[in-house]
C-alpha cells in the first residue's frame, strides 16, 4: 500500500502500531527513542541503577523487542521500518540494533542524515531519509552518491502541518513556498537531471496534512509514490500510547494547537495542556533566567546531543522533552507534552481501528466500526 505510518516518540508507535500497519501491507514505523517505557522491567532496573549506561542499555534492549514483536505481529506483511532521529546521541546504536534484529527499513530524520549509508554499509536494510525541502535532498543526494548508495525513498515532510518537530528553524519560516510538495516536485527534476538520476529511482513520500482520501489521491495523481501520517495512527486503538493521550489528540480543536521551540531549537506543534501552557507562559522569563547555564540531565539519558535545557542554549526550549513525552504516554494530561499535527483527524474525534483507517485513506468509504473487512486497494 502507498502508505506510511510515521514515527512517534517516545514510545507512540511501538511494536501494537507499527505491526498492525504491517499486518495490513503497509509500512508501520517503530520510533526508537527511548522505548524502555513499555517494559516493565527495563524500567525497575533504571530505578535501581539510574547511571547513564544502564538507561543506554535498556533502550536498546527494549528497541529490540519491539521490532521483533512487531514483526511477529505482522505475519510477515508490509514492512517494518524503525524511525532513527538524527538529533539523539545513540542514534548509532539505534541503527546497528534495527540492522541487527531485522527491520525492513530505516526512516531518519531531525537532521541531516549523511553518515547513514556508512553506518548500514553491507547490510541489506532499506534507507529513508526524512526532509523538507528541495536542497536537503540535493545534498543528500549528492553525498550518498559519492558512498554509492541511493536512498530506497525520501519522506518530504511539510513543516506547516507535520506534528512533533519541524523540519525547519525559525517558525516564521514555516509557511514558505520552498516547503510545498509542487514546488519541490518541480525542482527536483532539474536535481535528478543534473545526477543523471530519474524520478523512478528514488520515491518520494509526503507528509504532513495527508488525512483523507481526497489527500491521499491529490498527492498520488501530482506525483508523490506514496504518503506518510502521522497523528490518525497515532489515536487508533492499536496505537501504543495510553487512552487518554489518543483522547488529548482526538479532542483537540485548532485553537488548541500552538508552535513553540523545542529543546532540540527546531519549532514543534503539540497540544496546549496544563505542563504546555505553563511553560509558555513563563518561557521568557525561564530564558532570561537559565542563560547560559548548564544544568545536569534530570533522567541521566543525555538523549540529545545538543539540548537546550542540559547545554544552557538560550534561544532553544528548556524543558526535559524525555520526561514530557514519557508523560505523555502514561495519558498524564496535567505534565504531558503532546505531539500532535494540525489537520483534522479522518474519524473526528472517534477512535477507530488502523484497518478502519487504511481503508478510509485508500478508498474514501468509512466503513461501520464493528465491520470485519478483507484487503483493499486504491479505488
Not at 143 to 159: F, N, Q, S, T, Y
Not at 269 to 290: C, D, F, G, H
Not at 323 to 350: C, K, Q, V, W
Request: charged share 20%.
Amino acid at each position: 500500500m502507498p502508505v506510511v505510518q510515521g514515527g512517534m516518540g517516545v514510545g507512540i508507535s511501538a511494536h501494537r502500531l507499527a505491526g498492525s500497519v504491517a499486518r495490513e501491507g503497509a509500512l508501520g514505523t517503530i520510533a526508537s527513542i527511548d522505548l524502555r517505557h513499555h517494559h516493565a522491567d527495563l524500567i525497575e532496573a533504571c530505578r535501581v541503577d539510574p547511571e547513564h549506561d544502564t538507561l543506554a542499555r535498556a533502550n536498546l534492549t527494549a528497541l529490540a523487542r519491539e521490532i521483533a514483536a512487531a514483526r511477529k505481529l505482522s505475519g510477515g506483511n508490509g514492512m517494518i521500518a524503525v524511525n532513527v532521529m538524527k538529533a539523539v546521541s545513540a542514534h548509532a546504536d539505534y541503527v546497528r540494533v534495527a540492522c541487527e534484529q531485522g527491520a525492513d527499513a530505516i526512516v531518519m530524520g531531525a537532521g541531516l542524515p549523511l553518515d547513514l549509508p556508512d553506518l548500514t554499509q553491507g547490510v541489506d536494510i532499506a534507507l529513508v531519509p526524512i526532509l523538507s525541502d528541495a536542497r536537503g535532498v540535493a545534498l543528500v543526494l549528492k553525498k550518498w552518491m559519492k558512498k554509492g548508495r541511493l536512498p530506497d525513498a525520501i519522506v518530504i515532510e511539510h513543516p506547516a502541518h507535520a506534528g512533533g518537530h519541524l523540519g525547519v528553524t525559525d517558525i516564521g519560516d514555516m509557511g514558505s513556498e520552498r516547503f510545498s510538495f509542487e514546488a519541490i516536485f518541480a525542482e527536483l527534476e532539474g536535481v535528478y537531471a543534473s545526477l543523471g538520476i530519474s524520478r523512478a529511482d528514488v520515491p518520494l513520500i509526503v507528509a504532513g496534512g495527508v488525512n483523507s482520501h481526497e489527500a491521499v489521491r491529490k498527492w498520488l495523481e501530482a506525483g508523490a509514490n506514496g504518503v506518510q501520517v502521522g497523528t490518525p495512527f497515532a489515536v487508533t486503538e492499536e496505537g501504543d500510547a495510553h487512552p487518554d493521550f489518543k483522547r488529548v489528540l482526538a479532542d483537540a480543536k485548532p485553537e488548541d494547537i500552538v508552535e513553540f521551540v523545542s529543546v532540540t531549537g527546531l519549532p514543534a506543534r503539540a497540544v496546549t495542556t496544563p505542563w504546555l501552557e505553563r511553560y509558555l507562559r513563563n518561557e521568557s522569563r525561564v530564558r532570561a533566567k537559565i542563560g547560559s547555564l548548564k544544568l545536569a540531565c534530570p533522567t541521566g539519558l543525555e538523549c540529545l546531543s545538543v539540548c537546550g535545557l542540559r547545554d544552557g542554549i538560550e534561544k532553544f526550549g528548556h524543558f526535559c522533552i524525555d520526561t514530557r513525552l514519557a508523560a505523555a504516554l502514561r495519558g498524564d494530561i496535567a505534565n504531558g507534552l503532546f505531539f500532535r499535527g494540525r489537520e483534522a483527524l479522518p474519524f473526528g474525534n472517534a477512535i477507530r481501528s488502523v484497518r478502519d483507517l487504511l481503508e478510509l485513506l485508500l478508498t474514501g468509504v468509512a466503513r461501520p466500526a464493528v465491520a470485519h473487512r478483507a484487503a483493499f486497494a486504491l479505488s
